[in-house]
T-cell receptor, first 115, second 114 residues
Framework: AQSVTQPDIHITVSEGASLELRCNYS??????LFWYVQSPGQGLQLLLK??????LVQGIKGFEAEFKRSQSSFNLRKPSVHWSDAAEYFC?????????????FGRGTQLTVWP | DADVTQTPRNRITKTGKRIMLECSQT?????MYWYRQDPGLGLRLIYY???????NKGEISDGYSVSRQAQAKFSLSLESAIPNQTALYFC?????????????FGPGTRLTVL
């Protein structure tokens, strides 16, 4: 069965520091992978997605993520965090074929940014 | 104007009441979804619809029903609301193309059942 694990419930970093949010997935084949961000009181905004090809994916707001098949991971990174990046981040895995369109979300990682 | 809108944005109701949450989209997408979000649990799929005549149950459909009135409208109903249905509800849309699928979310409806 498909599942997503985000091991870190809450991360705190200082503004300007680098960031890595972890995501591990379970899926029987090559999945589609997504990162979404949710700012307080807002809906979910797509940061980036991986479907195929280059395993290093660039997204909006200076974020990137790397798909590592051998580790079943899709970690999100940013070299220098801004205070406005404080939000909750969700990793999601989507199916192909008969399960195309179904998304399975992790439980989220809350990011706090210290000034 | 927002591509995916949800009404109401906030709702407080009492146990046993029937509630309808509405979702409209101007993206022209065929596929629509309803999720609920609970703190610490992420988003879980309630129902999804790949076109007007297609309705499918998600992970947690018990206690909910849906109606796809048109391509652009997808409503979620709680026939008899209970307190553990207090949550943040999201509608999403997508359009499968080239074998891929990306979902776009509405702003959410915060529902409180007393």
């Amino acid at each position: 069965a498909q599942s997503v694990t985000q091991p870190d419930i809450h991360i705190t970093v200082s503004e300007g520091a680098s960031l890595e949010l972890r995501c591990n997935y379970s899926y029987g084949a090559t999945p589609y992978l997504f990162w979404y961000v949710q700012s307080p009181g807002q809906g979910l905004q797509l940061l980036l997605k991986y479907f195929s090809g280059d395993t290093l994916v660039q997204g909006i707001k200076g974020f990137e993520a790397e798909f590592k098949r051998s580790q079943s991971s899709f970690n999100l990174r940013k070299p220098s965090v801004h205070w406005s990046d404080a939000a909750e981040y969700f990793c999601a895995v989507g199916g192909r074929g008969s399960t195309l369109g179904r998304l399975y979300f992790g439980r989220g990682t809350q990011l706090t940014v210290w000034p | 104007d927002a591509d995916v809108t949800q009404t109401p944005r906030n709702r407080i109701t009492k146990t046993g009441k029937r509630i309808m949450l509405e979702c409209s989209q101007t993206k022209g997408h065929d596929r629509m979804y309803w999720y609920r979000q609970d703190p610490g649990l992420g988003l879980r799929l309630i129902y999804y619809s790949f076109d007007v005549k297609d309705i499918n149950k998600g992970e947690i459909s018990d206690g909910y029903s849906v109606s796809r009135q048109a391509q652009a409208k997808f409503s979620l109903s709680l026939e008899s609301a209970i307190p553990n249905q207090t949550a943040l509800y999201f509608c999403a849309t997508s359009e499968a193309s080239m074998g891929t699928d990306t979902q776009y979310f509405g702003p959410g409806t915060r529902l409180t059942v007393l």
